[in-house]
């Protein structure tokens, strides 16, 4: 079992940068990817940033060159770090991490964090 726990969304106004984290606690060894997933209202949860246990970063065509995806150096903490954020990013952040126990598949996720970007 993996356990999530996000936090660091709020408000933040149009152009502005914010971090979030999650921090993932149990079976953390068993993680071989994790990702960042948002959903605004009214529309399908979208893959944001994954990244692997060997710290290859992939990014959604919208967010290259604005966000970047890392681990902490004790590797049970993952980041977010968004720039130039826009309105339409306004969403509620999800931290994804997908595990293998044997031949058996795991997806676990957050809670989900609010990002709002609005002046």
């Known amino acids: 079992q993996v356990q999530l726990v996000e936090s660091g969304g709020g408000l933040v106004q149009p152009g502005g940068s914010l971090r979030l984290s999650c921090a993932a606690s149990?079976?953390?060894?068993?993680?071989?990817?994790m990702n960042w997933y948002r959903q605004a209202p009214g529309k399908e949860r979208e893959l944001v940033a994954t990244?692997?246990?060997?710290?290859?970063?992939n990014y959604a065509d919208s967010v290259k060159g604005r966000f970047t995806v890392s681990r902490g150096n004790a590797r049970n903490t993952l980041f977010l770090e968004m720039n130039s954020l826009e309105p339409e990013e306004t969403a509620d952040y999800y931290c994804?991490?997908?595990?293998?126990?044997?031949?058996?598949?795991?997806?676990?996720w957050g809670q989900g964090n609010q990002v709002t970007v609005s002046s």
């Open positions: 990244i692997t246990s060997g710290d290859s970063a």
């Open positions: 149990g079976s953390i060894f068993s993680i071989y990817a």
């Open positions: 994804n991490a997908l595990a293998s126990h044997g031949r058996v598949e795991y997806d676990y």
